[in-house]
């Protein structure tokens, strides 16, 4: 009789866990977008007033949307091209920095790709929808030779797909704050909830890089609580081509781009060594 009454207080407690467990994981696997895109959005009248305070202007595809930003460089003389590929957060306005320090190591055109419902462009955010703006985004610019690619954090999966995807388009690749997949990534965030199995959105950067070959500089920071510099190990251990690692101990996620003009020659040696 104990036992049995022991029983079916155990079956009671697990139950009354186990609805709200079973409540919030529905919720988390219906919402996950909304957890892993925040988009900024702004009209398109104070995105160009914005960009072109920055030295920005509209990047159109052949339809004459807009589908990013760009910054042409000035010289008469030879120039290579970067595409950006942004994390998940703010809109491709918010890294207009990199051409600044782009500038200051070479004669670089720099485009920064705007994902779907992101900034002033319509549509919503999902690995379909990010990877199809960057696939449009590189075969407008691949007409002219190949381009640089730097991506950063979710967005270096982006990134590695278009590797992936266009190995003859893709010089270089500059992967900051990456991961192997995102799935381990989320798996680590959200430990209690079965993460890994419940994305829609993997980004499976490990796997589309097996389809490329060039050179791949990766970007890591010390104190990274976002994406965690493990899976950026991960990913670059597992890269079989030209690879060149760095890692800033102090940095944190959002600290990464703001590298010295010195760090950034060196990038540029590594991708055209």
Known sequence: ??????????????????????????????GQRHLLYFPEKLPYGLSLVIAQRSGFEPWHNSAGQVIGWKQICKTNGPRDRVLVT?????????????ADSLKLVGSFDVYIVEYP?????????????????????????????????????????????????????VAGLLLIAPYHNLGDVAQHQMPVFPAKWMLWDRFPSAENLRNYQGRVAV???????????????????????????????????????????????????????
């Open 1 to 30: 009789m104990i036992w049995l009454k022991l029983r079916k207080k155990t079956a009671r407690i697990a139950l009354l866990l186990g609805i709200p467990y079973f409540l919030v994981l529905t919720a988390v696997f219906l």
């Open 86 to 98: 942004h994390g998940n957060a703010g809109s491709a306005l918010n890294r207009v920095d990199f």
């Open 117 to 169: 419902g992101y900034g002033a462009r319509p549509g919503s955010p999902s690995q379909q929808s990010l990877c199809e703006a960057a696939d449009e985004a590189i075969l407008l610019l691949a007409k002219d030779g190949p381009v640089y690619v730097i991506g950063e954090s979710l967005g270096t999966g982006v990134a590695a797909y278009l590797a992936g995807a266009h190995p003859q388009s």
């Open 219 to 273: 970007l890591l920071a010390g104190q990274d609580t976002v994406v965690p510099n493990k899976f950026g190990r991960r990913l670059y251990d597992s890269y079989a081509g030209p690879k060149k690692v760095w890692e800033v101990p102090e940095a944190t996620h959002n600290d990464l781009p703001n590298r010295p003009e010195a760090w950034w020659r060196e990038l540029v040696a590594f991708w055209k060594s």
